[in-house]
């Protein structure tokens, strides 16, 4: 499906269909050639060293001016509980709306406000994984066309969406791209279609929100669960970077093996993206004899996947962070037809590295600063429909400051 019959496994129209109104063309809902020139373009731009740079400083601002004054101002009170989903949910889109368009929704801030974006992005998204969820879809059909519930409610959301984009789309024009360095003014070198521009930008927007938060959402509850994994990570982020020292570059990220050995282990158990579909376009015999007949859906499913003994072993309900190291230490990544958490083959994820970054990054600031404490003691989290997995009820945490703390 993903490498050597690749093309025999499109996303398929029945899912571009459903996720239409929202991502419109955008790389996540084409195949083919509109698909190819997506991922060539994004391949090109995330690959720069100037991009990752800029990635790089938009995270330790949201880091060090909201997350941590944020968290700093619950600390110690009794009434201080965060749902820390939630958090983390404001913290990647305020991230990854600097990154694609170059706007700063704030969502951050302390008094934790609600942009209209946010909000209207949230519904849209909700919304199309329930058209996912219907019988048939001649019911979200019909009541598209009659402009009634859910299917009302889609389409003022994503007006207003279209309002704010578009009008991002005309601020960049009017001051000039070329000396900006969010993805949307690099796109906008090569696409001069404003609607094709906003599909592009909204799917990276929904690809870098919902999958970081979802993955930073899974990994702290662990953490919280597994305080040892926790003390290693401080451990050799003093060994690596130095007592109290933040990372100061992006390259400093490759020498902290047992950091990104915990991310990869988290995201075994709880992938933010936990099952993937395709339709078969003609007939097929996959390698184990199963005949697929066209028109097909076939899913695979990294949740399941990250649960089976034959390939983890029969300590695979277990979070050990040790399985991805070798015995000097180092990290050894699994084959990614084994670990499918960011794709495998030509759809890969492009934006692998910048949600790794996000993910490092909050994990030894937040550690090293806080004690953080579940309200909570389910021993395994319910998940929520939607296109990402989303905790059940959020994430509530109390926090605490350590002290003292010398900051670098």
Request: glycine letters at 6%.
């Amino acid at each position: 499906m993903l490498k050597t019959r690749f093309d025999n496994y499109p996303k398929g129209k029945p899912f571009s269909t459903i996720l239409g109104d929202f991502l419109g063309r955008g790389i996540f809902n084409v195949d083919g050639d509109l698909w190819k020139f997506q991922r060539k373009m994004a391949s090109l731009e995330l690959d720069k060293f100037s991009i990752r740079a800029y990635a790089f400083e938009i995270v330790r601002y949201e880091i060090g001016d909201r997350l941590i004054p944020l968290l700093s101002s619950v600390s110690g009170k009794e009434d201080g509980v965060l749902d820390l989903q939630d958090v983390f949910r404001r913290f990647s889109f305020d991230c990854i709306c600097r990154f694609s368009f170059g706007l700063d929704p704030r969502c951050l801030e302390i008094t934790l406000p609600m942009s209209d974006f946010a909000y209207a992005f949230d519904l849209a998204s909700k919304l199309s994984a329930e058209r996912a969820m219907t019988v048939s879809p001649l019911v979200w059909k019909i009541k598209r066309k009659l402009n009634l519930g859910t299917e009302k409610k889609m389409k003022e959301a994503i007006k207003l969406i279209n309002i704010l984009a578009q009008e991002v789309i005309r601020q960049r024009r009017k001051m000039g791209f070329l000396s900006h360095k969010d993805l949307l003014s690099r796109f906008m070198h090569t696409v001069t279609d404003e609607t094709y521009l906003r599909d592009i930008v909204i799917s990276f927007l929904l690809a870098g929100r919902d999958t970081v938060a979802s993955a930073l959402t899974s990994f702290f509850w662990l953490l919280a669960k597994y305080p040892q994994v926790g003390s290693a990570i401080l451990e050799e982020a003093d060994s690596v970077l130095g007592p109290n020292q933040e990372l100061r570059s992006y390259e400093q990220m490759g020498d902290l093996h047992y950091l990104q050995a915990a991310v990869y282990e988290s995201m075994r158990l709880y992938p933010p993206i936990q099952f993937d579909s395709k339709f078969c376009e003609k007939d097929d015999i996959l390698p184990d004899g199963t005949l697929v007949r066209r028109g097909t859906r076939v899913t695979y499913h990294p949740y399941a996947m990250g649960r089976i003994e034959e390939l983890w072993g029969q300590d695979c309900l277990e979070f050990r962070p040790e399985r991805w190291l070798r015995d000097d230490g180092t990290f050894f990544p699994e084959n990614p037809y084994k670990y499918p958490v960011f794709q495998a083959g030509l759809r890969v994820c492009l934006g692998k590295d910048m949600a790794l970054l996000e993910l490092k990054c909050v994990a030894i600031s937040l550690l090293r600063r806080f004690q953080i404490h579940l309200m909570t003691s389910c021993h395994t989290p319910r998940f929520s429909p939607g296109l990402t997995a989303t905790f059940s009820g959020g994430l509530p945490v109390l926090v605490r400051e350590k002290e003292p703390y010398q900051s670098s």
